[in-house]
């Protein structure tokens, strides 16, 4: 089975430094890795998406993660951080071409707090 | 941007009550999902949905548990004697095709289920 595991529960940052929340999974055939947002009250928004290609993806609001298959990791960086970005992330994963509607396996979730 | 709508926001139920929660999802996309996030906790899988049958389900969907489209638009989930252990945030997603095919799924705001 799918597993998710997002270090740190909690990370607190100053605006402008480097936002840098880790996920790691375990899989035997690297799956299909996803990070959303969720701001209080509010639902699930897409962040980014690493299907194939590139390592490296964009997503939105400065965000980005690179996925690395050697160390099972899809970790999520900015490189200055917001105010708005505070808020909880959620890395989380689907199987590959499975033939049914793939369901994603969340990790914990990362709260992230930004200061003055 | 088209997004996935539930209602209502939130919900309060007596213990053993049935209650319904509904979803209108993107209308263009063919896969639906359940997901719950218990106050706390992480996001979890409930089950999906395509062609009018269930795909997949998790441990947590037993029998108390039912899904319908009942038309074109709509995707209910059903509980059918809530308990207390119910009590969470339950989120709506959708997703135009399988992960094999690059579509992610998209969340909707969710609705808070109180169980009294």
């Known amino acids: 089975a799918q597993s998710v595991t997002q270090l740190g529960s909690h990370v607190s940052v100053s605006e402008g430094a480097l936002v840098l929340l880790r996920c790691n999974y375990s899989?035997?055939?690297?799956?299909?890795l996803f990070w959303y947002v969720q701001y209080p009250n509010q639902g699930l928004q897409l962040l980014l998406k690493?299907?194939?290609?590139?390592?490296l993806v964009k997503g939105i609001n400065g965000f980005e993660a690179e996925f690395k298959k050697s160390e099972t990791s899809f970790h999520l960086t900015k490189p200055s951080a917001h105010m708005s970005d505070a808020a909880e992330y959620f890395c989380?994963?689907?199987?590959?071409?499975?033939?049914?509607?793939?369901?994603?396996?969340f990790g914990t979730g990362t709260r992230l707090q930004v200061t003055l | 941007e088209p997004e996935v709508t539930q209602t209502p926001s939130h919900q309060v139920t007596q213990m053993g009550q049935e209650v319904i929660l509904r979803c209108v999802p993107i209308s263009n996309h063919l896969y639906f999902y359940w997901y719950r996030q218990i106050l706390g906790q992480k996001v979890e899988f409930l089950v999906s949905f395509y062609n009018n049958e269930i795909s997949e389900k998790s441990e947590i969907f037993d029998d108390q548990f039912s899904v319908e489209r009942p038309d074109g638009s709509n995707f209910t989930l059903k509980i059918r004697s809530t308990k207390l252990e119910d009590s969470a945030m339950y989120f709506c997603a959708s997703s135009e095709g399988q992960g094999y095919s690059n579509q992610p799924q998209h969340f909707g705001d969710g609705t808070r289920l109180s169980i009294l």
């Open positions: 989380a994963v689907s199987d590959r071409g499975t033939g049914t509607a793939s369901k994603l396996t």
């Open positions: 899989s035997s055939v690297p799956p299909y």
């Open positions: 690493y299907t194939t290609g590139a390592t």
